[in-house]
């Protein structure tokens, strides 16, 4: 079971600082009910993969932290050392949502808005400002002042 979500609005978004990402990520899911985020394995065995790899730790972390994320449920792209979030793909958006976004803001710089849409059409924006992350509920209205206009 879990929740459906789509997004219906946001712009793609990078991560330069992988690695600070990639240990806050590690250091966290230790707290986690499961002791991981949902739908992915340990933070660990995804850097000693990378690593087979890539032998340059930048890009090794972009890449274990790319496939953390697209097990998640994100769609990414590697360019160089740092990778970009380009949108959300995945089914359902499992029970650490908050954490996960939470520390996706630590290592983002820029202003990130993206609306979603949940399976029972429920709407809402992930907003990531200043290194935070907040969740806002969304209404949309129409004005049928214009139809037919």
Same mark, same amino acid.
């Given at each position: 079971?879990? %929740?459906?979500?789509? /997004? !219906?609005?946001? =712009? ?8 600070? /990402? @990639? #240990?806050?990520?590690?250091? =966290?899911? =230790?707290? /986690?009910? &499961?002791?991981? %985020?949902?739908?992915? $394995?340990?933070?660990?065995? &995804? ?6 790899? &890539?032998?340059?730790? #930048? ?5 274990? /932290?790319?496939? @953390?994320?697209?097990? %998640?449920?994100? @769609?990414?792209? +590697?360019? $160089?050392?740092? !990778?970009?979030?380009?949108?959300? $793909?995945?089914?359902? @958006?499992?029970?650490?949502? +908050?954490?996960?976004?939470?520390? !996706? ?6 202003? +990130? ?9 429920? !709407? ?11 969740? %806002? #509920? +969304? ?5 049928? #002042?214009?139809?037919?206009?």
């Amino acid at each position: 079971m879990g %929740y459906s979500a789509e /997004l !219906l609005r946001g =712009e793609p978004f990078r991560i330069a600082d992988t690695k600070q /990402l @990639i #240990d806050r990520l590690k250091t =966290e899911e =230790e707290s /986690l009910p &499961y002791g991981h %985020y949902s739908w992915c $394995g340990p933070v660990k065995s &995804y850097i000693e993969e990378s690593k087979v790899t &890539y032998t340059e730790p #930048d890009q090794a972390n972009a890449h274990a /932290l790319s496939a @953390i994320l697209e097990n %998640y449920g994100f @769609i990414t792209e +590697v360019t $160089g050392d740092s !990778l970009i979030i380009e949108n959300w $793909g995945g089914d359902k @958006i499992g029970s650490t949502w +908050v954490e996960i976004w939470d520390a !996706l803001a630590s290592a983002v710089t820029d202003r +990130v808005e993206w609306i979603m849409r949940g399976e029972d059409n429920t !709407l809402w924006a992930c907003v990531i400002s200043d290194r935070s992350f907040t969740e %806002y #509920d +969304v209404v949309a209205t129409f004005r049928t #002042d214009k139809v037919g206009a």
